[in-house]
């Protein structure tokens, strides 16, 4: 039994701490210190801690050495205890250093890696945010829709965040049909060579039916998701269940996208926001918004 007053409290209020540690400024190392502090609180922060993944992509071998122990003590972890994978929601591929190339081949090599991603394969929720982030270029983007089409995020992928990355290969969004809501911060698309994505990329794929569209500084690939790019027989996205729009006013590639989409959003945009910044919030916690429909 635990002792007073900890024992006395509800499960909900327990629940309420945690909601509130996880919200300080550093909440990984403030959670994981609350949950060896008492039992009572290790299930809750636990749910917090796991989830997001977060792998870590670079080219130095120093990196390497680093994240290959990283991946150990992930794997070993999960190895343990499975459970923790039903736990994870959202995975990051975080490319911290500013180089010219990512090299997601590595990584996705790695035995570990693929260790761990067997065991959120057999999670009873399996991931469905996916998060990359990077001030380089994708140095093979079509290996890494290969990969895409063969992970769990094929079937399960419903939020996508791209944020400051290059060579982002347009085929992302059709080999994950259950997309809904996709963000994109200063990307730019992979200009392939004659036929270089693989027809079984480019077509007989059902298109992904977004819901929330969030684009700023990434007009060269909003462009080929609302038409058909070069070697395609369609678009790659459904825009036709479009409910919630964001950009960018000042920028002029952004604004030209715009009347496309309005036009194939006609009947279910219920929200449009034209502002620099996607994420401005104003003192209550609500979006502020130029324009709303």
């Not at 670079?58 to 736990?87: G, H, Q, V």
């Not at 990434?218 to 459904?238: H, K, N, R, Y």
Request: charged share 20%; net charge neutral.
């Amino acid at each position: 039994m635990l002792n007073p007053p900890l024992s006395l409290l509800s499960d909900y209020l327990l629940s309420y701490i945690v909601d509130h540690v996880a919200e300080l400024p550093s909440p990984k190392l403030d959670l994981y210190n609350l949950s060896i502090t008492d039992r009572a609180f290790t299930r809750s922060c636990q749910a917090y801690i796991f989830k997001d993944l977060r792998f870590e992509l670079d080219n130095s071998y120093r990196y390497m050495d680093n994240m290959s122990r990283k991946l150990t003590k992930m794997r070993n972890i999960l190895n343990d205890e499975p459970s923790f994978a039903n736990r994870v929601r959202t995975v990051r591929f975080d490319a911290g250093s500013r180089g010219k190339y990512c090299d997601f081949k590595w990584l996705f090599n790695n035995p570990n890696f693929i260790t761990i991603i067997q065991h959120l394969t057999k999670s009873l929720m399996p991931p469905h945010k996916l998060h990359l982030t990077g001030y380089c270029r994708i140095e093979d983007p079509i290996f890494v829709v290969e990969w895409l089409t063969k992970s769990f995020f094929s079937q399960t992928l419903t939020v996508l965040n791209l944020t400051n990355f290059m060579d982002v290969p347009t085929t992302i969004f059709l080999v994950c049909p259950n997309l809904r809501e996709v963000s994109l911060n200063n990307v730019e698309v992979f200009e392939p060579k004659d036929d270089e994505y693989p027809a079984s990329q480019r077509s007989g794929r059902e298109l992904p039916a977004l819901e929330y569209m969030a684009y700023r500084h990434s007009g060269s690939l909003v462009e080929q998701m609302i038409t058909p790019p070069p070697g395609f027989s369609s678009a790659v996205v459904d825009w036709s269940k479009l409910r919630v729009l964001k950009l960018c006013p000042v920028e002029k590639k952004g604004m030209v996208c715009l009347q496309p989409i309005l036009n194939a959003a006609c009947n279910t945009l219920e929200e449009l926001y034209l502002s620099y910044d996607q994420a401005t919030k104003m003192p209550d916690g609500k979006i502020r918004s130029f324009l709303s429909m």
